[in-house]
């Protein structure tokens, strides 16, 4: 009788283990969805994580994080205030973060992508996550 009892205590003790143990693994689903799982926009288009580095006329460098859902490299800058409208009004960017480029002394910003040089402007330049962009302000048209 008394090895049947040892049985029916070890029997309950791994019985109240698993219950413990779903118990957690439920509470754990919610934070993975909530923490781990890519944020998605309510139009399901996937959040885009970019990097902007500025390279200022004095030879400064600020990079830029940008969380964004919007599909181009204009759009992301206007919407972390880096360029406003007016700064893109004929399709080219005159100023960037405050510092704007003259176009009388042949100043203007350059934009690379992943190290290499755009044929296209912002508004046209569609961006994926993991992407870097460097605008650099320049002096002399080609």
């Keep these: 009788m008394r090895r049947l009892n040892g049985k029916m205590k070890r029997a309950s003790k791994h019985l ?3 219950i413990v143990l779903i118990i957690i693994i439920a509470a754990l689903i919610p ?5 781990l799982k890519p944020p998605v926009n309510t139009d399901n288009s996937a ?4 990097v902007v580095s500025v390279s200022y006329k004095d030879g400064t460098k600020k990079d830029f994080e ?3 859902t919007k ?8 919407e972390k205030g880096l360029v406003t409208s007016e700064d893109m009004a004929d399709g080219f960017i005159s ?3 405050g510092i704007t480029a003259e176009t009388a002394k042949e100043e203007w910003w350059k934009i690379t992508k992943n190290g290499e040089d755009l044929m296209t402007g912002a508004k046209d330049t569609p961006i994926n996550d993991g992407d870097r962009f460097e605008l650099i302000f320049s002096v002399g048209f080609y």
């Design 16 to 18: 109240i283990w698993g």
């Design 31 to 35: 934070a993975y969805f909530k923490f």
């Design 47 to 50: 959040v885009k994580n970019i």
């Design 66 to 68: 940008i969380s964004t």
């Design 71 to 78: 599909s181009n490299l204009a759009d992301a800058l206007l």
């Design 95 to 97: 100023s960037v973060d």
